[in-house]
């Protein structure tokens, strides 16, 4: 065989304890290696309405259309944005975070007057922030929110900014990037209109697809725009008519992701949704116990905390990067690192998917407890296994 | 193991002699099944710097920077009309197709002045109508065109059209989905500022990523635009910090896609470009020596016909989507139908990357030799293989 200058992939298998992408089940794997076929052939078709079932379910809406976007998660959250917004309409985004920053980022791209409703980074935002920042403007085109703020660990809470929505004529757009399947969310009964997430997180599948949720009051609002979006790609009604009962063309799915997705959905609805959600919760507050038994402060409010990725502060005098490197070195785990103004004072642990487990959680903890006392930092030896295997037991 | 009411995917092998996708060679799939790993960690990143490296050899560039985007190839046509067009810009796109339609609207879409010179459909644009068209306006910021027109099966002769491009200081744009490593492309000699391609196609890689190469000069417009592009997920600046040396975070890439699109580029280089655009050369004309010999029309002129597409002038009184009907139900083998202008006129038979051989050709002549009388078409049995054995034979 002729030989290049470029090397077989050499990638080691790592426990992939950070925001993501998180470990993948071997029959995701495994439905990757099913053959490509024609977009628009009989046999693949099922795998389209397959995963708009499914995520249907996921999200729990009987009235919105699902679809997964032909690329990553952040551009799910850009094509609602996109096909919704356009120049002289106003936006309300909350902004208690990097994601949330992105979210504004976005709108502001197509030409919309964008408020951000500034929050404090580890908090929640309350909804009357929301209320006040309605009051001033006479007609307020969409309000977008970051359900799980991966940049701070914070589950935002949604009903009550939907409720206000809805009194406002707004649509209410939702980045649920890093909560679906992890955290409950309930499109139909919150009166969600757009939502969009990750193939890469909770869902566990690698990264490449933009799962979402259209209202059929965003779709009336798409079709009723003065000018069509800025992007034909993430144009939202196009992308529908693929998605929907006629299967139009559009443009060539990646079929190999869609595949993934597909049987990791099936997994998804093997779990239950709510075995799935409970076992992220259970694992995450395992986390949490033994990180502080190690002295360790999770900087996350108490009170809205995500399961899905555990903010901890770096105890004064540690390098932060170094931990991280003996981990993935001799660990052969990832966490991740602070964004944003957290840059350099948080780690951010994940517990996402097939991650979630409680074995990956004594494990991450042992290692901590190994690796933090050579970088100076006393750790009481056993205390963190103790208390996350209690908190198992008890939860 | 619970049951839920989706059953396991079930798609059948096919041999895809289409528009694409196309078949995928073991190699590619295996790649698939490398474990994800995050994005910014030091054993990914050669991954993407041998892409990097592996496309500026295959597009013939040292100049530009090449990436592959996190969507398909149509995101990389848009991401050109969107990071380098504003409004108040005028462009120049030729049209003799319908992907040259849909790159024109994607330009449209970014609030620029579009004129589309009109060409024939069949027929590859005269540079001179390019010519005319500058001669009338005073500043034009871009060019675009299709390279392998994919609805037509015409492959558009691209260095003089480069040339009135630097002349007139207007940035020269590409659409190579369809032809890249299936047909010479020389970015630098010729003067390409930003092309673009599928994974899907010739690479013979399954859909999902958009190759492409950005010069300096198109870099440069980009920085100096009044206002950023309206796309966050498409603008090449930012994409291009993460595809650069320094890896700058922009989205989670998917990097099971780019474990394939690595492998695919490693087998592109194996064989040599030079072979590849050879073996897609012979092969194509043996299938329309066979096509002919079966008394049929190849109806792309001859002077500029692809070896990727091969339009194919469906005879009077023939049911179309029959015949291509039983090719995928009883010979498991796919061939696209007609688009736009050409729908219900032509099959477009597609010979790229892995299912280009010799092999594939001799069997769908022989499919067609089969099933054309029992539609009522009379042929010469044999003389279709006779033709293409021959072809093969002499090339």
Redesign the interface.
């Known amino acids: 065989?002729?030989?290049?200058k470029?090397g077989e992939?050499?990638?080691?298998?790592?426990l992939?304890t950070?925001t993501?992408?998180?470990?993948?089940h071997p029959r995701v794997?495994k439905?990757?290696?099913?053959?490509?076929?024609?977009?628009g052939?009989a046999?693949?078709l099922p795998?389209i309405d397959?995963i708009s079932?499914?995520l249907s379910e996921v999200f729990k809406t009987k009235e919105s259309l699902c679809m997964a976007l032909?690329?990553?998660?952040?551009?799910g959250v850009?094509a609602g944005m996109?096909s919704l917004l356009e120049e002289g309409d106003t936006a309300i985004i909350g902004s208690y975070g990097f994601f949330c920053q992105?979210m504004a980022?976005?709108a502001r791209?197509?030409g919309a007057t964008v408020i951000e409703v500034k929050g404090e980074w580890g908090k929640a935002l309350p909804p009357e922030a929301i209320s006040e920042e309605l009051k001033k403007h006479r007609s307020v085109k969409l309000i977008g929110m970051v359900h799980a703020e991966t940049s701070t660990g914070i589950k935002q809470p949604l009903d009550q900014i939907a409720k206000l929505a809805i009194e406002h004529d707004a649509l209410f757009v939702v980045d649920a990037v890093t909560s679906l399947s992890g955290s409950n969310i309930e499109v139909d009964n919150w009166g969600i209109d757009y939502i969009s997430s990750?193939s890469?997180k909770c869902l566990s599948v690698?990264?490449?697809l933009a799962p979402c949720a259209v209202s059929p009051k965003a779709m009336a609002a798409i079709k009723s725009r003065n000018q069509?979006?800025?992007?034909?790609?993430?144009d939202l009604e196009l992308i529908s008519n693929y998605w929907g009962k006629d299967h139009v063309y559009h443009?060539?799915?990646?079929?190999?992701?869609l595949?993934?997705l597909?049987?990791g959905?099936?997994l998804v609805?093997?779990?239950?949704m709510e075995e799935r959600i409970a076992r992220h919760e259970r694992n995450a507050a395992a986390l949490r116990a033994g990180l502080e038994a190690l002295g360790l402060r999770v900087i996350s409010d108490e009170n809205h905390r995500l399961p899905q990725i555990t903010p901890v502060e770096i105890p004064v005098g540690i390098d932060e990067a170094a931990v991280r490197g003996i981990l993935?070195d001799e660990y052969k785990t990832?966490i991740?690192r602070g964004l944003g103004e957290f840059a350099g004072k948080i780690w951010r642990i994940g517990l996402m998917g097939e991650t979630s487990n409680a074995g990956n959680v004594m494990f991450l903890l042992n290692a901590l407890e190994r690796i933090l006392p050579k970088q100076g930092y006393e750790v009481p030896l056993g205390a963190a296994a103790a208390a996350a295997s209690k908190t198992l037991s008890t939860a």
Do not use: C, D, K
């Open positions: 065989m002729p030989q290049t470029f992939i050499n990638i080691p298998s790592r992939l950070s993501g992408p998180v470990n993948v794997y439905a990757m290696m099913t053959p490509v076929i024609g977009y052939e046999p693949f795998v397959g079932s499914m032909s690329a990553t998660g952040s551009a850009e996109i992105r980022e976005m791209r197509q990750g890469q690698p990264p490449g069509p979006p800025r992007s034909w790609y993430l443009h060539t799915v990646p079929m190999s992701m595949y993934a597909y049987e959905l099936r609805l093997e779990e239950g993935t990832e991740s």
